[in-house]
């Protein structure tokens, strides 16, 4: 199933709607072109999580932890676009976070697959103009959960 963004409002609605499925450690794999909407996505989550501060692009800070303001992870948010492979992780030093935190990663697939054996890619694209979204769960905790179907309400 593939979701249909039309537009930015659209866009922070379906991170708001992920946001409930999310539980700390979890790994969110962001994939696709500038432009898609992957910044407006993780604005979303961040507001379902209920997380302090605004969300913006990490692209010159390459990660921004945003915690949580009601009892809930914290949000990391890693920008990998200038990452140059899974190594470059190890510097970061999610690790520490990771337990307590969501952690969404954008330009992530390729370099961010290592952090997580259960993780949730989001791909997200430009379909003749229009932007949509499709989500694949990968391992056990993703297994039985329809996320697709969930976004979309």
């Known amino acids: 199933m593939t979701l249909p963004l039309p537009d930015e409002a659209a866009t922070e609605r379906v991170g708001r709607a992920l946001a409930p499925l999310l539980r700390a450690g979890d790994v969110v794999i962001l994939d696709g072109p500038l432009g898609a909407g992957k910044t407006t996505f993780t604005r979303g989550l961040g507001q379902g999580l209920g997380i302090r501060g605004p969300v913006t692009s990490p692209t010159f800070v ?8 009601v009892g809930g992870p914290d949000l990391v948010h890693v920008d990998a676009y ?3 492979g899974p190594g470059d992780f190890d ?3 999610l690790e520490a976070d990771m337990a307590e935190s969501v952690t969404v990663v954008e330009w992530g697939r390729g370099v961010a697959e290592g952090l997580a054996a259960d993780r949730l890619l989001v791909t997200m694209a ?9 989500a694949t769960g990968v391992g056990p905790r993703w297994a039985g959960i329809d996320v697709e179907a969930a976004l979309a309400q």
């Open 91 to 93: 510097d970061l030093d």
């Open 82 to 84: 200038r990452l140059t």
């Open 62 to 69: 390459i990660a921004r932890v945003h915690p949580s303001q």
């Open 126 to 134: 430009h379909d003749g103009g229009a932007r949509v979204l499709t």
